[in-house]
């Protein structure tokens, strides 16, 4: 006993502390990889947006001429 109180006190509070940071540590990865998600999925929609811009030129190229 530490200043009267039982040693498996300070352990749980330890393992709280220790629970906290690897629920922290969850959160960031998860929010990493929605990151990485969304700039995959924004890359190809962009790439799309930029496929369709070159085939109206293109149309418009062969319609003019």
Not at 11 to 28: L, N, P
Not at 33 to 56: A, H, N, P, S, T
């Amino acid at each position: 006993m530490i200043a009267g109180v039982p040693w498996w006190v300070f352990m749980m509070i330890i393992f709280i502390f220790i629970s906290g940071y690897m629920a922290f540590r969850a959160m960031r990865a998860e929010r990493q990889l929605e990151q990485q998600f969304i700039e995959r999925e924004g890359r190809v929609y962009m790439d799309r947006l930029e496929e369709e811009r070159r085939k109206k030129e293109r149309q418009e190229q062969h319609v003019s001429q």
